[in-house]
């Protein structure tokens, strides 16, 4: 081959001196038509390539079941190939072409050389573009932070190409190279010192699995809450439920207390905790014809009379005065409202009857007797769970009159 490049190249400069233009003409001139052919060659050489590695590629993608060819043309690895190899040509010729100039050789030879080598970089961030989308596609590494590890590899990457260059540059050892570098070792660490941060963490956060992509996260310090779309070495991305993004270091995922919520929605139901108040001055003991007027409400009926059964056979064996409510054993309207909520969330279909499900009373309050519902949706969906928690408290706002009891509320004075 370098015969070759010298019959083509090498003819210019002979024919010149024949024609006694004089060596200095004759050596430019021969420069110029050299390089006229050189990039004529240098083109038809990247048509050609990129024709051959292209079709050949589409033709590998279309054949096989495989993706990730596929995903080796959507990222255009074929074409970056392409140009590799006509500066690889160009690399080999120059010093054929410029040997009447060797300060201008040198020269063009360390850019030639760097091109080559930043187009190498180019070519593997390609490749590892497709790895990654082609990883991500697959259900056992679509939650894994991808993206963290390609960047610590390119970063790596580019500081041997970095190296290279240096050296290239001005012709310094390896050795020599990295001995400066271990001088300002202490200046790089600072300067990447995010980088670094965001590196351990993205390790840290994957093997503890603390967080994947798609996890629904809240995160207060930063505003985030929502579903995380990316891991990256520095940043993690979190779509909120309103459609904007926030951008959280990933570093504060390990050194700042956040909420995943992914725990919730592997499980069987989601949780229902919230409370109502009671005035306290409403609430009092039932007499019997009260309790009679009750039973007509189905889901506690059966209880009524069981329970009133136990009542009456303790007062009796005790001989308690019953001319006052207060004396001996009472039911009261709170209790009984509690046991109907209880009855009402076990035939409820939207509550998942095999978790927790209570109907509790809190400690008072200056504002009341805080009843609680704690229990466990059934569908775990927003729209779906705030739909069912709405209904169940729809129906506790409407029932709780007919136990005659009262919830607190402000009342302003203000008249509209």
């Known amino acids: 081959m370098y015969k070759s490049v010298e019959i083509i190249f090498g003819w210019c400069y002979p024919l010149l001196k024949k024609l006694d233009l004089g060596e200095t003409i004759a050596a430019y001139f021969s420069l110029v038509v050299n390089i006229f052919i050189l990039v004529i060659l240098s083109y038809v050489i990247y048509l050609i390539f990129r024709f051959v590695l292209v079709r050949t590629m589409n033709l590998l993608a279309y054949k096989t079941k495989t993706k990730f060819d596929d995903l080796l043309v959507s990222n255009k690895t074929a074409k970056y190939i392409a140009h590799l190899i006509p500066l690889l040509f160009i690399y080999k010729c120059a010093p054929i072409i410029l040997k009447n100039f060797v300060y201008w050789e040198s020269i063009f030879g360390k850019l030639v050389g760097i091109y080559i080598v930043l187009l190498c970089l180019w070519i593997i961030k390609t490749i590892f573009h497709a790895l990654r989308d082609h990883l991500k596609q ?116 390990i050194s700042d207390s956040f909420r995943n919520w992914r725990g919730m929605l592997n499980s069987d139901g989601r949780r229902i905790k919230r409370h109502i108040l009671i005035k306290a001055n409403s609430i009092r003991f039932l007499d019997k014809n009260e309790l009679q007027e009750l039973k007509k409400i189905q889901l506690v009926s059966s209880y009524i009379d069981i329970r009133q059964n136990e009542i009456d056979k303790y007062n009796n064996n005790h001989q308690i005065d019953k001319s006052l409510l207060i004396n001996g054993r009472n039911i009261t309207n709170f209790g009984l409202f509690r046991k109907y909520i209880t009855q009402y969330l076990h035939q409820y279909p ?67």
Request: a negative charge; one cysteine or more.
């Open 138 to 253: 697959n259900p056992t590494f679509s939650d894994k932070p991808i993206d963290s590890y390609i960047q610590v590899i390119m970063i790596v990457l580019w500081f041997c190409a970095f190296f290279l260059i240096i050296s290239r540059i001005f012709d310094i050892s390896t050795g020599t190279m990295l001995g400066t570098f271990g001088a300002i070792s202490a200046i790089i660490i600072l300067i990447f010192r995010d980088t670094i941060l965001g590196f351990v963490a993205s390790v840290q956060v994957s093997l503890n699995d603390m967080v994947r992509i798609g996890d629904w996260i809240t995160f207060d310090k930063f505003g985030a809450d929502g579903d995380v779309i990316e891991i990256n070495l520095a940043t993690v991305k979190v779509r909120n439920f309103d459609n904007t993004t926030t951008t959280i270091p990933t570093y504060s995922l």
């Open 350 to 416: 939207g509550i998942n009857k095999d978790m927790i499900l209570l109907c509790r009373q809190l400690q008072p309050t200056s504002n009341g007797i805080p009843l609680e519902i704690y229990a466990f949706s059934n569908d775990k969906r927003f729209e779906n769970y705030e739909y069912i928690m709405a209904d169940i408290f729809d129906h506790i706002f409407a029932s709780i009159k007919y136990f005659d009891l009262e919830i607190y509320e402000i009342l302003s004075d203000t008249k509209i």
